[in-house]
């Protein structure tokens, strides 16, 4: 069996090797090559912890396992440790033995960060310019870098609740030699595409506080209870999402289609329109609205492509299982 250590994981893995593993898993999903199981989250009574596996089984990629970890609200205080913790791991398909471990922490960023960047890449209007973001946070940071690479953009903008966290947000957009403005909510209008990525349970962005044509990523909601959008958006917008199943329970659209606003056939898996086989935008003022729910495919897709390039950098830990 392979070792692969978190703190490996930052020299092998690249944005755009988590873009084209997340890109290829989103459509073997879509093409019925691809599932996931379904999810386990428990609060388990101890730390205030919440734990859970995410796993699947990509026949196309031949990828078997699943990632195990969660939350631990009192690590950071109590232990100086990250409070989301995570392992990938990966059994071979032909005999069930185990086949490779992986550090999931910043694989986790990585492989969310590359979803809403799958989704503006198909989704978002070719001469997107203004990027908006919603939450400033941990996961903020990795979604703006990667989706800075999808479009020209000449400019960011920003909201956050807790506004002082902005700047983490605004290094970004000037390392990437772009201004960034905070703004007020009615001021994200200004902008083509958007990331919300927060840990709300009310919304925050209104329907009215989006343009026509925009691409909006809703990639905070994945658990039941939490909403970053008003449902109304989603009857204006074209929505879609990694996983039906996953959004209409655990997403965005758990909302909408709880009050009856829309149907879940209303909700179209993006990697149906990376094969092609539905259509995604098909006008300049359409909304498009992407509810990335987090599936453990990506996780899984993301950590083999990561064996691959530990074994051929030669940091591989091999153990004998
Ligand atoms: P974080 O704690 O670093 O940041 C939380 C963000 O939410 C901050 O911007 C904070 O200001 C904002 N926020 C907190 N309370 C709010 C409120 N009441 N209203 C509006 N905004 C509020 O967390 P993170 O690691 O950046 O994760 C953000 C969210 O993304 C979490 O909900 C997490 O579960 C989710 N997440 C989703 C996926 C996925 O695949 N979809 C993957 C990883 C994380």
Request: hydrophobic letters at 45%.
């Amino acid at each position: 069996m392979l070792i692969v250590p978190e703190r490996e994981i930052a020299d092998l893995m690249t944005r755009e090797a988590a873009f084209d593993a997340v890109e290829k898993v989103f459509a073997a999903m879509a093409s019925g090559n691809a599932y996931n199981f379904p999810v386990v989250r428990e609060a388990i009574g101890h730390e205030e912890a919440l734990y859970g596996f995410k796993g699947g089984f990509d026949q196309a990629g031949l990828t078997l396992g699943l990632k195990a970890g969660g939350y631990w609200p009192n690590n950071l205080e109590k232990r100086n440790l990250i409070n989301h913790q995570s392992t990938v791991l990966l059994f071979d398909p032909d005999t069930g033995k185990a086949k490779a471990m992986v550090g999931g922490n910043l694989l986790t960023a990585l492989r969310t960060a590359a979803a809403s960047s799958v989704s503006i890449k198909h989704l978002a209007r070719e001469d997107a310019k203004v990027i908006g973001m919603v939450g400033a946070g941990h996961q903020a940071t990795f979604q703006l870098r990667a989706a800075l690479e999808q479009r020209n953009f000449e400019k960011v903008i920003g909201w956050n609740y807790h506004p002082e966290m902005l700047p983490n947000i605004e290094k970004v957009a000037n390392e990437a030699g772009l201004p960034f403005e905070a703004v007020a909510l009615p001021g994200l209008r200004e902008a083509d595409v958007i990331i919300s990525i927060t840990s709300a349970f009310s919304p925050s962005v209104m329907a009215g506080h989006i343009s026509e044509g925009t691409h909006i990523a809703c990639m905070g909601t994945d658990t039941k209870g939490k909403q970053e959008v008003e449902a109304e958006l989603l009857v204006r917008a074209n929505v879609f999402t990694d996983e039906v199943a996953q959004s209409v329970s655990i997403g965005e659209a758990q909302h909408a289609v709880g009050q009856g606003l829309i149907k879940d056939t209303d909700v179209a898996e993006i990697g149906a329109v990376i094969n092609g086989t539905i259509a995604g935008r098909t006008s300049p003022d359409q909304i498009t609205l992407f509810d990335g729910t987090g599936v453990g495919l990506q996780d899984l897709a993301v950590a083999a492509a990561v064996v691959d390039l530990a074994v051929k950098k030669g940091v591989a830990i091999e153990v004998d299982f």
